[in-house]
C-alpha cells in the first residue's frame, strides 16, 4: 500500500492520494454518500497524519483524476509555475501548514499562488483547524475591479440579491433599492432570474443598468443566467457589465453545468469587447459549492473539498471579478448541519484566497439542513474575521425565489459594524454623497426617488 | 413581517413611494423592515423565527397515512400504501438514494399502459396531506386510462420512476411536498414523468409546482395537469421538449413559473 500511518498499534492504508485525501477530510455527509469517507475517527487522524508527512510535490505526480480524462487536471498541470513553486518544492504538506502559519506574509503569499495547485490548497486545508483557516486567509490579498475596486484591505463588499419569485421588474428594484439604502451592492446588484430566457434577462438586466445609471452607483450588474443565455444577450446588445456562470471541479461537472472551458473563454471575450469597466476589467463572476460534482454523478471518487478547490483553478483562469462558493445551498445530504456549513465554508474561503481569488462566501442553509440563525452568524463572523471579500445581501435574510436563507442587509452592515470594516471605497463615497454614510432614513432621500427607477 | 400601525399609514396604491416601508408593495421580499442599530427590530427577528420554526417542524412532520387515506375516500378514491426502502427521516435527508427505492415487500400489480400515481411526503408531508387530496378531487375523474393511486412516505420524486416501471405504466405523476421556504411550509409540487424507469433524469420530467390555495390553487394546477398529460400523450414524451404552452386563463397566477425547483428530488 503507497499510504499507511499506524495509530497505537493499528496500522491504516490508503490505496491512493483519492483515498488518501478522502479519508482524511473532516467529517461531511457528502463523503458518506459517496462511500469515501473515514470509517472511523481514528482512521480520519491517521490519514490527516500520512497526509501530513506526503511531499507536496506528489500532488503534482499523481493527478486525482488523470489528465487524459479531464480537462480541468490538464488546466491544472499545464498551467503550473515550476519557479514559483521552487520554495515550497522540498515541503511535506504538514511543512507547507507550518509555513503558511509563521512564514507567510501577503506578499510572499501572492508570489507563491502560481506555483499552487488547488490539490495542494485542499490538502493542507485538512489538517488544518478553523483558526489556521482563518489565520492564512486572512494574509491573503486580492484585489479587482470593474466600476469600482473590490478586495482592499479593511473593506468589505456586498453583493445586492434582489431576487423576485417571478421576475417582476418593480419587485426587483424596490429590493434593489431596499439594499442600497442599507448600503449594500458594492460587490454587484446581481439577480438569480426565476427564468432563465433570453427575454428575462434582456428585460432584467436594462432594469438593473437603468437603476445604476439614474442613481449614479459606482458599481456592477449581473443577472444570474446561463453562459449562453447572455452570450446571446450580449449579441443582442442588452448592457452586460458581468459573465455568470455556476461551475465546477471537473470537466464532468461543467458538462452537467452546460458549459465547457473554450465556452467561457468566449463569453469572457465577449463582455470584454463591452468595454463596459471604468476601474477595471474583470469581467467574470462564477459561483461554486461543495457536492456539485458528486451531485452529477462526475467526482471520479475524489472527495467533495478537493473538487471544490479544483472549480477555484477554472475561475483563476478567467480572472474574475468575484468568485462565491454557495456553502449551505446543496443541502443536508451534502453538509448535514451548521458545523460541516461552517467548516466548508471558512475551507472554501482559504483555498479561493490561496490560490488568488475575489473570495466571497454565500453564508446560507436550507429548511431541511439542521442549522439555523446562529450557526449563519458564527460562520459570518468568522469569515469577516478571515477577511473575506464579499458576501450576499437579501431583504431579510429570506430569498422568496430560490427559497433559501442567506445574509441579510443587516448582517452585512452588523460585520461592517463589529470589524471597522468598510465598503469599496469608489461606493462608500456615493453612500455619502446620498446620505446614507450613517443610518437608513425613514424618508427615501430624493436623489434616490423610487419614480426615477419606475416605482410609483 | 413588520406591518405598520393603520394610522401610520402605507401609501396608497398609485402614489409615488416616498418611505421606506412603501418599498413593501411591489415586493414579497422582507424590505424596509427597519433597524435597530445594525440588527433587526425585534418583532422582525420573531417573526423570521416563526417562519422557520413552521418550515422546520413540516420538515419533520409525519405523513399521517390513515387520514391521508380517509380524505381520498372521501373524494372518491382508494389508494394503496407503498414503502420506500428508507426507514426514517433523519437517514432520508442523508440517504436521497433510498428515498428513490422501493422497500423490500412492495409488490405492486401490473397496469400496464395506464398513468399511475404516487403521493409522497418528500420534504413536506403537510403539504401533501393538506392539498393532494383537494388536487385529485378535481383531477382524477378527468383522467383517462387512470391506473392506481399509491401512497408512501420517506419518498422522493424518483420513486415514481420505480413505482412506475414495476406497474408497467405508461407515465407517472408524483405529487409530493416541496422544501418549505419561509414563505410557505405547504407546497405541493407535481412530476410528471414519460416512460418511468429507474434512472430517469429530472429534465426528462415536468414539474408544476408551489400548489397551494395562496399558490397556485388545487383547481388550477389540476386545469394545468390535465393539459400537460394531454400533450404529453399526443407527443409521447416528457422533459424539456414538453414545453408548457398552456393558453393561460384569465387570471393565470405566475407563482409556478420557477426555473429552480425546490424539491429535492
Known amino acids: ?130 483558526q489556521d483557516l482563518v489565520a492564512v486567509a486572512a494574509k491573503c490579498r486580492v484585489t479587482t475591479a470593474f466600476r469600482n475596486t473590490i478586495g482592499l484591505p479593511g473593506r468589505l463588499s456586498v453583493r445586492l440579491q434582489p431576487n423576485h419569485p417571478v421576475d417582476d421588474p418593480r419587485g426587483v428594484a424596490a429590493a434593489t433599492l431596499d439594499g442600497l439604502l442599507m448600503g449594500a451592492g458594492d460587490a454587484v446588484i446581481g439577480v438569480n432570474p426565476a427564468t432563465d430566457s433570453v427575454a428575462t434577462t434582456t428585460t432584467l438586466l436594462h432594469m438593473l443598468d437603468t437603476v445604476r445609471d439614474r442613481y449614479g452607483i459606482p458599481t456592477q450588474t449581473c443577472v444570474l443566467a446561463h453562459v449562453t443565455t447572455t452570450l446571446r444577450c450580449i449579441a443582442a446588445g442588452a448592457p452586460v457589465d458581468l459573465v455568470f456562470q455556476s461551475i465546477g471541479g471537473t470537466e464532468a461537472t461543467n458538462r452537467a453545468f452546460g458549459v465547457t472551458l473554450p465556452l467561457l473563454h468566449e463569453a469572457r471575450d465577449a463582455a470584454l469587447s463591452l468595454r463596459r469597466g471604468t476601474a477595471g476589467q474583470n469581467v ?120 433559501y436563507q442567506s445574509t441579510s442587509f443587516h448582517d452585512a452592515l452588523y460585520l461592517r459594524g463589529v470589524l471597522g470594516l468598510r465598503p469599496a471605497p469608489e461606493f462608500e463615497a456615493w453612500l455619502d454623497r446620498m446620505g446614507l454614510a450613517a443610518a437608513t432614513p425613514e424618508r427615501i432621500p430624493m436623489q434616490l426617488s423610487p419614480a426615477l427607477v419606475g416605482l410609483a | 413581517m413588520t406591518t405598520p400601525a393603520p394610522s401610520e399609514g402605507v401609501a396608497l396604491e398609485g402614489a409615488a413611494p416616498a418611505q421606506w416601508r412603501d418599498l413593501r408593495r411591489f415586493t414579497p421580499a422582507r424590505v424596509a423592515l427597519g433597524r435597530v442599530g445594525n440588527g433587526l427590530p425585534t418583532d422582525a427577528h420573531l417573526a423570521f423565527q416563526a417562519a422557520h420554526a413552521a418550515a422546520r417542524d413540516a420538515v419533520h412532520a409525519a405523513l399521517d397515512i390513515p387520514a391521508l387515506l380517509a380524505d381520498l375516500r372521501n373524494a372518491g378514491l382508494a389508494a394503496s400504501v407503498v414503502r420506500s426502502a428508507c426507514p426514517d427521516r433523519p437517514t432520508y435527508l442523508l440517504r436521497p438514494d433510498l428515498g428513490r427505492s422501493l422497500g423490500d415487500g412492495s409488490e405492486l400489480p401490473a397496469a400496464p399502459g395506464c398513468l399511475a400515481l404516487l403521493l409522497c411526503d418528500g420534504l413536506s408531508a403537510t403539504a401533501v396531506q393538506r392539498h393532494a387530496p383537494a388536487l385529485l378531487a378535481h383531477l382524477a375523474g378527468r383522467l383517462e386510462r387512470l391506473g392506481p393511486i399509491m401512497v408512501a412516505a420517506q419518498g422522493r420524486v424518483a420513486l415514481g420512476d420505480a413505482v412506475g416501471e414495476s406497474l408497467g405504466a405508461e407515465a407517472v405523476l408524483v405529487l409530493i411536498g416541496e422544501r418549505p421556504g419561509l414563505t410557505a411550509p405547504d407546497s405541493l409540487g407535481a412530476y410528471l414523468t414519460w416512460r418511468p424507469r429507474r434512472g430517469r433524469t429530472d429534465a426528462e420530467r415536468n414539474c408544476v409546482s408551489n400548489i397551494r390555495p395562496d399558490g397556485l390553487p388545487p383547481a388550477q394546477a389540476a386545469d394545468k395537469l390535465l393539459w400537460l398529460i394531454g400533450r404529453m400523450r399526443a407527443l409521447r414524451l416528457t422533459g424539456v421538449a414538453l414545453k408548457d404552452e398552456q393558453p393561460p386563463p384569465a387570471q393565470e397566477h405566475l407563482d409556478q413559473d420557477r426555473l429552480i425547483s425546490v424539491v429535492s428530488t
Open chain 1, 284 to 403: 467574470m463572476y462564477f459561483e461554486t459549492g461543495q457536492g456539485s460534482a458528486l451531485s452529477a454523478g462526475a467526482h471520479h471518487g475524489v472527495d467533495q473539498q478537493t473538487i471544490e478547490a479544483r472549480a477555484y483553478a477554472v475561475a483563476r483562469a478567467f480572472q474574475p471579478l468575484l468568485v462565491n462558493t454557495v456553502v449551505g445551498f446543496i443541502g443536508p445530504e451534502y453538509l448535514y448541519d451548521g458545523k460541516q456549513i461552517i467548516r466548508a465554508g471558512l475551507e472554501d474561503h482559504f483555498c479561493g484566497k490561496l490560490l488568488g481569488l475575489p473570495m466571497g462566501v454565500d453564508v446560507c442553509y436550507t429548511n431541511h439542513a439542521e442549522a439555523d440563525q446562529d450557526d449563519m452568524d458564527a460562520l459570518l463572523t468568522l469569515l469577516g474575521v478571515a477577511g473575506v471579500t464579499y458576501v450576499m445581501g437579501v431583504p431579510g435574510a429570506d430569498d422568496v425565489m430560490l427559497s
Open chain 1, 1 to 130: 500500500m503507497p499510504y499507511h500511518h499506524t495509530i497505537a498499534g493499528t496500522r491504516y492504508a490508503f490505496p491512493d492520494l483519492k483515498t488518501l485525501l478522502a479519508r482524511a477530510t473532516p467529517a461531511r455527509s457528502g463523503d458518506q454518500l459517496a462511500d469515501i469517507a473515514a470509517g472511523s475517527a481514528s482512521e480520519r487522524v491517521a490519514a490527516q497524519m500520512a497526509l501530513a508527512d506526503l511531499p507536496l510535490r506528489t500532488l503534482l505526480d499523481e493527478p486525482v483524476i488523470p489528465y487524459e480524462d479531464d480537462d480541468v487536471t490538464r488546466l491544472i498541470l499545464d498551467g503550473h509555475d515550476t519557479v514559483a513553486f521552487a520554495p515550497i518544492a522540498s515541503l511535506t504538506v504538514g511543512g507547507f501548514r507550518d509555513v503558511l502559519l509563521a512564514e507567510g506574509t501577503p506578499e510572499t503569499l501572492a508570489d507563491l499562488r502560481p506555483g499552487l495547485t488547488p490539490e495542494m490548497a485542499a490538502a493542507v486545508s485538512k489538517i488544518m483547524r478553523l
